[in-house]
């Protein structure tokens, strides 16, 4: 059984996820196979916060050279959550 802390990876602090704050709505980078549900309970967990609603973007790895070879590596896939509350704030910095 996967725990809050598998899930969630780290916050993203951007000027566009700042901007959200106001909005009741906080980015979070998360795990690829987490779901919506899983989620916001591990938000809920966490930060003893109620949730509204969670929306998830997936991103797909860049490849990229490395080094001065020709040599194509990539970078790994990655999951955003936006979170919205309906109860609480979460205090991030």
């Known amino acids: ?50 949730v509204k609603s969670v929306n998830v973007m997936n991103y797909a790895g860049k490849s990229k050279r490395a080094g001065r070879t020709m040599k194509m590596g990539r970078r790994a896939d990655w999951k955003k959550a936006i979170v919205t509350l309906s109860e609480g704030t979460i205090e991030i910095i």
Request: hydrophobic share 45%; net charge positive; aromatic share 8%.
């Open 1 to 50: 059984m996967r725990t809050a802390f598998d899930l969630i990876i780290a916050p993203l602090v951007t000027e566009k996820s700042n901007g959200l704050i106001g909005r009741q709505q906080y980015v979070f980078k998360v795990r690829p196979d987490a779901e919506k549900i899983e989620i916001g309970r591990a938000i809920e967990e966490l930060f003893k916060v109620k």
